[in-house]
Nanobody, 125 residues
Framework: QVQLVESGGGLVQAGGSLRLSCAASGRTFSIYAMGWFRQAPGKEREFVAAISWSGGWTYYADSVKGRSTISRDNAKNTVYLQMNMLKPEDTAVYYC??????????????????WGQGTQVTVSS
């Protein structure tokens, strides 16, 4: 099993920045890729970004492309999501997730095997 713990959420004004962290523990050698998702009240869970555990590729949702950067530090078993130029519509609970094998659609939540508990991001206008 793999345990994921997010941190770094909070309240920020529009135009500000936040860096979310996701620390992985347990059988991290089983991880193929890590992703970030978000879920606003009354909405479905939405893909944000993903990165291979080796760091060889990254992938972003159009809604955050150009404003966000996903990265990882394998020595710390930690994945980061740097978010800049935040907008009120970025307000959501942000979750990190891990998957054990290749998938042809990295943006589907059901492809992921491990989930963190989430961290709240609130962007005020």
């Amino acid at each position: 099993q793999v345990q994921l713990v997010e941190s770094g959420g909070g309240l920020v004004q529009a135009g500000g920045s936040l860096r979310l962290s996701c620390a992985a523990s347990g059988r991290t050698f089983s991880i193929y890729a890590m992703g970030w998702f978000r879920q606003a009240p009354g909405k479905e869970r939405e893909f944000v970004a993903a990165i291979s555990w080796s760091g060889g590729w990254t992938y972003y949702a159009d809604s955050v492309k150009g404003r966000s950067t996903i990265s990882r530090d394998n020595a710390k078993n930690t994945v980061y999501l740097q978010m800049n130029m935040l907008k009120p519509e970025d307000t959501a609970v942000y979750y990190c997730a891990g998957e054990r094998r290749y998938t042809d659609d990295i943006s589907r939540p059901r492809e992921y095997d491990y989930w963190g508990q989430g961290t709240q991001v609130t962007v005020s206008s």
